[in-house]
C-alpha cells in the first residue's frame, strides 16, 4: 500500500504565497506522473499541474506563471509553490501519484487526503 501525506495548506491574502508538500512512502520501486488536483465547492476536480519522472511539466493556463511544481525523486515527495494568490485559487488541492511496487509491475493511481487553501481579500 502506498500512501500519500500533503501539508503547507492554509490561509492567506490574495497576492501572497503557499507552497504545498506531498510524501509518498509505503510500497514503492518507483513513482511516474504525479499531480495537484484541486476541488472547489460545487466545482469537478481540477488538474493544476503535473510533472513526470523525468521532469517535464503541463500546469493549467489559469496558473502559469504563477505556480510551479517541482518533485524530489530521492525523497518521493512533490512541490507546488503557489505564488500571486488569487480569490478563485481558494480550494482543496489534492496530490497524486502513478505507482509501481515493483520492476515487472504496473502503475497503480493514488491520492492524498486533501489540503485546504484559503485565500482571502
Known amino acids: 500500500q502506498v500512501q500519500l501525506v500533503e501539508s503547507g495548506g492554509g490561509l492567506v491574502q490574495a497576492g501572497g504565497s503557499l507552497r504545498l508538500s506531498c510524501a509518498a512512502s509505503?510500497?514503492?520501486?518507483?513513482?511516474?506522473?504525479m499531480g495537484w488536483y484541486r476541488q472547489a465547492p460545487g466545482e469537478e476536480r481540477e488538474l493544476v499541474a503535473s510533472?513526470?519522472?523525468?521532469?517535464?511539466?503541463n500546469s493549467a493556463d489559469s496558473v502559469k506563471g504563477r505556480f510551479n511544481i517541482s518533485r524530489d525523486n530521492a525523497k518521493n515527495t512533490l512541490y507546488l509553490q503557489m505564488n500571486s494568490l488569487k480569490l478563485e485559487d481558494t480550494a482543496v488541492y489534492y496530490c497524486?501519484?502513478?505507482?509501481?511496487?515493483?520492476?515487472?509491475?504496473?502503475?497503480?493511481?493514488?491520492w492524498g487526503q486533501g489540503t485546504q487553501v484559503t485565500v482571502s481579500s
Open positions: 510533472i513526470q519522472s523525468g521532469g517535464t511539466t
Open positions: 497524486y501519484a502513478a505507482v509501481r511496487a515493483g520492476p515487472s509491475g504496473r502503475y497503480y493511481g493514488y
Open positions: 509505503g510500497s514503492i520501486f518507483n513513482i511516474g506522473t
